[in-house]
């Protein structure tokens, strides 16, 4: 019976990968071994087929060079995402596909097609491979058996377990929340500035404004509020130019935090934001 895998690794080998298959020995102990954890699993879960997968998933691994990154799955309707987040929450690894469920005896296997890798979700191409995964899902937990439809250059076959992500706030609670005053402070390069951040809530849409101790108040062009993101476009002079700074943040339990870039030149003027009520 051929196994197979789904994780998307297509491009990401050297950030998620090591090892080889070239032990012909290790690899039939490694297949029957979790070929039995996955009967045993089997048996005792009952979810099962597309509708079983859908949602967000998460899990944790350590890379190649020791560092600890976040692994994102996504299930909707027929289409598979994946995302590999650093510690910063920078996006290492993006790839996307088309997702069907097979049954293989008495496994399940995830088959992911038309698959599309790149550094970000604006960078993917083509990608001319395919991949299947045995899967169990048993209740808040997904364990996807990796790597076992053939042997591919730096990626070990594997199980991994992945945790099913709790439900986000509805938009309408989340802009709740974003609405009111905000003590907010600036970083960057080395310069350390504060602002007082307003967000405000009317008619299901969000606005805001920056406020200066050294220039007044400043008016956010934008305020959008998706898939758990905070994004917000400003509008600034400098020196008779305009420039448009871009913040984006999440939102967590001690309040918001994120990145500003300068549209159009993210290379010269990046930094880190944080706020508090």
């Known amino acids: 019976m051929r196994l197979a895998r789904s994780k998307l690794l297509v491009a990401a080998q050297a950030i998620c990968y090591s090892g080889n298959m070239n032990n012909p020995i290790g690899f039939p102990l490694v297949l029957s071994t979790l070929c039995l954890s996955l009967t045993v ?8 087929g597309v509708g079983a997968l859908q949602g967000a998933w998460s899990g944790k691994r ?35 596909g088309a ?17 599309r890798a790149g550094r970000s979700e604006d960078s993917t191409e083509a990608v001319d491979d395919e991949r299947t995964s045995v899967f169990v899902v048993d209740g808040d937990t997904l364990t996807l058996a990796s790597n076992f439809d053939k042997a591919r250059a730096s990626q ?16 309408a609670d989340a802009a709740a929340k974003l609405a009111g005053s905000w003590k907010m402070d600036v970083h960057i390069g080395e310069n350390e500035s504060d602002y007082e951040l ?35 476009e400003l509008d600034r002079d400098y020196e008779g130019n305009t420039v448009t700074l871009i913040y984006t943040g999440k939102l967590e339990a001690d309040g918001l935090s994120g990145k500003v870039v300068a549209k159009g030149a993210e290379d010269q003027y990046s930094g880190t934001w944080k706020a508090k009520k």
């Open 41 to 48: 699993v089997s048996i005792a879960a009952a979810e099962s």
């Open 62 to 96: 350590t890379n190649q060079e020791g560092q600890v990154v976040l692994q994102l799955l996504e299930f909707k309707k027929d289409s598979m995402t994946f995302k590999i987040t650093g510690a910063d929450d920078e996006v290492q690894f993006f790839a996307k």
């Open 99 to 115: 997702m069907a469920v097979q049954k293989f005896g008495p496994f399940q296997a995830l088959k992911i097609t038309d698959i």
């Open 156 to 171: 070990p076959p594997r199980a991994e377990a992945y945790s099913r992500s709790k439900t986000a706030a509805k938009p």
């Open 198 to 232: 307003r967000l405000a809530q009317a008619d299901g849409k969000l606005s805001g404004a920056l406020v200066s101790p050294r220039s007044g108040e400043h008016k956010f062009r934008t305020v959008t509020w998706a898939d758990e993101k905070l994004a917000m």
